[in-house]
């Protein structure tokens, strides 16, 4: 197997000298165990997070050891009786071009016809239940809310964006990094209104965007956003605080939100989530994303960057913006 692995703790953000890929003859399978040839492999913000050595609610990465994440991929052998060669399962042996392990590691997940097996990896899964637990159940978004979206254009921004439209927002705004993938959200998934923050002051352009101010903020992206949609809410606001991105390769902490008082007289609630804790919700979240998607009322986008030589670029890329929708590798 080929299989990338982490060479040095980055600081700050990372050098190409941090990671290493590494060819490794793998043991005979044992008794229960398959062999799967990966066939896409997920690059993800969080994985930024596992590269440093402090405690959080994934373990580190070890060093010199391949790294973890999702990945889609064929069973090319086994010596289980619960998956035969030719199945398409998902799992969390990413990073490489061939995992192998006890049968249990892997699930086995039923192809959709005319629908690639990536989806498994973004709409149809982790990223997918992020924005649909983030927003329904995090935010408690109700019908005839506002919701403003940061991280707009990527895998889970996109998929909020379009639930909030689907049941019945009464406005939906979001932010990304630029003109075309503003374009993309007023255009492809119907937002009503967006804006790139680069082309100035956060608060600014959200003022304008949500002159009614915002019910729901859905936040990816931290810092300056979060301190915009503190002062666009309007009483009783709710935000999911689903990841802020902006601070993920800093070295010094954020110094925005520095509003936050404004929680106190607006009686807002910020909540926290990881996706993990919720999967008891996933079938909930497949029926009825599977459904929007199978009559086309729901869109998405993937950036695919081929092979595995390619994952550590992908990664790195997708950090600053040059994905559309969910990054992905797909291994050759
Ligand atoms: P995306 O597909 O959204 O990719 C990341 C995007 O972040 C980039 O495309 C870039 O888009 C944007 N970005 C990067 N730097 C900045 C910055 N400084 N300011 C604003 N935007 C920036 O990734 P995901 O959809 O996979 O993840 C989105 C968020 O959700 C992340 O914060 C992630 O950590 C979080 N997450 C949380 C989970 C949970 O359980 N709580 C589970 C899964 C994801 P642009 O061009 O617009 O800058």
Redesign the pocket.
């Known amino acids: 197997t080929r299989e990338w692995q982490l060479a040095a703790r980055p600081v700050g953000w990372p050098k190409n000298e941090d990671f290493q890929l590494v060819e490794r003859e793998l043991p005979d399978l044992g008794p229960g165990e398959v062999r799967v040839r990966n066939t896409y492999i997920s690059v993800?913000?969080?994985m930024r997070g596992r590269m440093n050595d402090v405690k959080s609610y994934t373990p580190p990465f070890q060093l010199n050891k391949a790294m973890e994440g999702g990945a889609v991929g064929t069973v090319v052998d086994s010596r289980s009786d619960d998956l035969a060669v030719g199945d398409t399962v998902l799992h969390f042996g990413g990073w490489r071009t061939l995992a192998q392990g006890p049968a249990s590691d892997f699930h086995k997940v039923s192809k959709v016809p005319g629908v690639p097996e990536s989806v498994f990896l973004h709409v149809l899964g982790?990223?997918g239940l992020?924005a649909y637990v983030g927003l329904l159940d995090i935010a408690e978004f109700r019908e005839g809310d506002t919701v403003f979206v940061?991280?707009a254009?990527?895998?889970?921004?996109s998929i909020v964006g379009q639930i909030a439209r689907l049941k019945g927002a009464k406005r939906v705004i979001g932010s990304?990094?630029?003109k075309e993938?503003v374009d993309l959200l007023t255009g492809k998934y119907g937002f009503d209104a967006a804006f790139n923050?680069k082309d100035g002051n956060v608060s600014k352009q959200l003022a304008q965007a949500a002159p009614e101010g915002i019910d729901v903020y859905f936040d990816?992206?931290g810092g300056e956003h979060l301190e915009a949609a503190l002062n666009a809410f309007n009483e009783g606001g709710r935000a999911a605080l689903?990841?802020?991105?902006?601070m993920y390769n800093a070295t010094e902490p954020e110094s925005a939100p520095r509003n936050l008082f404004l929680a106190v007289g607006k009686r807002l609630t910020l909540r926290g989530?990881?996706?993990g804790d919720h999967y008891h919700r996933f079938d909930a979240f497949a029926a009825e994303v599977g459904e929007w998607l199978a009559k086309g009322d729901l869109l998405y986008d993937e950036t695919v960057v081929e092979g595995i030589d390619q994952a550590r670029d992908a990664f790195l890329d997708?950090?600053r913006?040059a994905?559309v929708g969910?990054?992905l590798v797909r291994v050759g």
């Open positions: 993800d913000p969080y982790m990223t992020t940061s991280g254009a990527g895998a889970v921004g990304a990094g630029s993938k923050y990816n992206v689903c990841g802020m991105i902006s989530y990881i996706v997708m950090l913006g994905n969910k990054m």
